[in-house]
């Protein structure tokens, strides 16, 4: 981050160190290019162009926050701090400029399994409640797009769906005990706690699998009207046909 230029984190993200970069770098793409056609729709239109030739695009705009590159991973003390309070997670997801945390999902959901993208989530939740008017939350994205847009594929979404149904946010796990043990006793300490945790994390994959029904729903009701409205026209023309077949035959028996 400070070779390339520091800048004020817009979107939190939270991800598996284990998972491929080639797919984290795919996701963020997706995400972006959907926050530009919020934002610039005129300017969407030419980026997806580009995105659907060449599969990367240039000049989006987004300031992402990603640990492996805005900690020094030589300093690793320095960056957690004495407390999770002076942790560089915990201070760029309070930071006033960032909209919410951006998940990136791979198959097994596995951000969900480890105990530091739990603290992520808890930091996110509470902020949630802190700021229900400018911060977005937990948006889930994956390389095939983000989720509660209504744009990631319908089978990507009930698969994932199905996976959080059966996972807990306290079976998380970490590489250190000391790590795990500490973000379990700060969700134990909040109100609600793990149960709490669960209906969030739950909740937030619910409205991606809503967004998706109202997505596939809205695509069928536009395919039938396009077949009835084909259907119309075959008939048109038949009956057109029907009617020059008519008029011929009468023409030749008056003659």
Avoid at 70 to 76: A, E, F
Avoid at 194 to 200: A, G, R
Wanted: proline content about 2%; overall charge negative; some cysteine.
């Amino acid at each position: 981050a400070e070779m390339a230029g520091a800048s004020e984190v817009e979107w939190f993200v939270s991800h598996y160190w284990g998972n491929k970069f080639a797919h984290l770098v795919d996701t963020l793409e997706k995400h972006a290019l959907e926050q530009q056609e919020a934002l610039t729709p005129d300017v969407f239109a030419q980026t997806a162009t580009e995105f659907r030739r060449t599969g990367r695009i240039r000049g989006l705009r987004g300031k992402y926050w990603i640990c492996s590159f805005s900690i020094n991973q030589w300093c690793i003390s320095e960056e957690l701090g004495s407390h999770w309070t002076e942790s560089s997670f915990y201070l760029a997801l309070r930071s006033e400029t960032c909209v919410g945390t951006l998940m990136v999902l791979d198959d097994k959901l596995q951000p969900l399994t480890r105990s530091w993208c739990m603290f992520e989530v808890l930091q996110t939740l509470i902020l949630h409640d802190e700021r229900p008017d400018d911060f977005t939350g937990l948006v889930f994205a994956t390389r095939s797009g983000v989720l509660r847009s209504g744009n990631a594929p319908m089978e990507t979404v009930m698969s994932f769906a199905a996976r959080l149904a059966d996972i807990r946010m306290e079976d998380a796990a970490a590489s250190s005990q000391a790590d795990k043990n500490m973000i379990d006793t700060a969700v134990r300490e909040r109100s609600g706690g793990f149960e709490q945790m669960n209906h969030f994390v739950r909740a937030s994959m619910q409205q991606a699998v809503v967004a998706a029904k109202d997505q596939l729903e809205e695509n069928l009701a536009g395919l039938i009207e396009r077949l009835d409205d084909g259907d119309e026209k075959h008939l048109d023309a038949i009956d057109d046909e029907q009617f020059c077949i008519s008029a011929s035959e009468a023409a030749a028996s008056a003659s």
